[in-house]
């Protein structure tokens, strides 16, 4: 179970989280839940040994996350010039949950929805300019470390 939590403030969501597999939320939420402004220490605070991966957001300065409890890792966003951020939590959500869902492994995934963000990012408006798997691809094959 791959969750898009962005507010606590209805009654169970704290006991679904609990049930999640795979949580990314950013970093206001993160803060909001463990009391850490820091997003490896709220990794830190919600990765769990039988939760496969926790990731936290932070929009330009990449992502944390920890699979199955483990060492927490960082990774960094793409350079791009950004237009409009509106809609890449999603954009970076569904891509990670597609990858998943398709048997891929964790690293990859962050990868693949920290690319398929970036893309979205460098067009304005919520919808437009949310990438294909063959644009995020032909992306990430651009910018390879």
Same mark, same amino acid.
């Not at 402004?37 to 990731?55: G, K």
């Not at 010039?81 to 398709?102: K, L, N, P, R, S």
């Given at each position: 179970?791959?969750?898009?939590?962005? +507010?606590?403030?209805?009654? $169970? *969501?704290?006991? #679904?989280?609990?049930?999640?597999?795979? /949580?990314?939320?950013?970093?206001? /939420?993160?803060?909001?839940?463990?009391?850490?402004?820091?997003?490896?220490? !709220?990794? %830190?605070? /919600?990765?769990?040994?039988? %939760?496969?991966?926790?990731?936290?957001?932070?929009?330009?300065? $990449?992502?944390?996350?920890? @699979?199955?409890?483990?060492?927490?890792?960082?990774?960094?966003?793409?350079?791009?010039?950004?237009?409009?951020?509106?809609?890449?939590?999603?954009? +970076?959500?569904?891509?990670?949950? !597609?990858?998943?869902?398709? $048997?891929?492994?964790?690293?990859? !995934?962050?990868? *693949?929805?920290?690319?398929?963000?970036? #893309?979205?990012?460098?067009?304005?408006?919520?919808?437009?300019?949310?990438?294909? %798997? !063959?644009?995020? /691809? %032909? +992306? #990430? @094959? @651009?910018?390879?470390?």
């Amino acid at each position: 179970v791959v969750a898009d939590i962005e +507010f606590v403030r209805e009654p $169970g *969501v704290m006991e #679904l989280m609990r049930q999640v597999d795979h /949580l990314i939320i950013g970093t206001a /939420l993160a803060e909001e839940i463990t009391g850490r402004a820091d997003p490896a220490a !709220a990794v %830190r605070a /919600l990765a769990e040994p039988s %939760r496969a991966c926790c990731v936290v957001t932070a929009g330009d300065r $990449g992502c944390w996350y920890s @699979e199955w409890g483990g060492e927490v890792r960082h990774f960094p966003a793409f350079p791009i010039e950004a237009v409009d951020t509106t809609g890449c939590g999603d954009v +970076f959500h569904g891509a990670y949950a !597609a990858w998943i869902a398709q $048997g891929g492994e964790v690293p990859d !995934a962050i990868r *693949v929805a920290s690319a398929a963000a970036a #893309l979205k990012a460098m067009h304005p408006g919520g919808r437009s300019g949310i990438p294909d %798997r !063959a644009t995020v /691809l %032909r +992306f #990430l @094959e @651009e910018h390879s470390a």
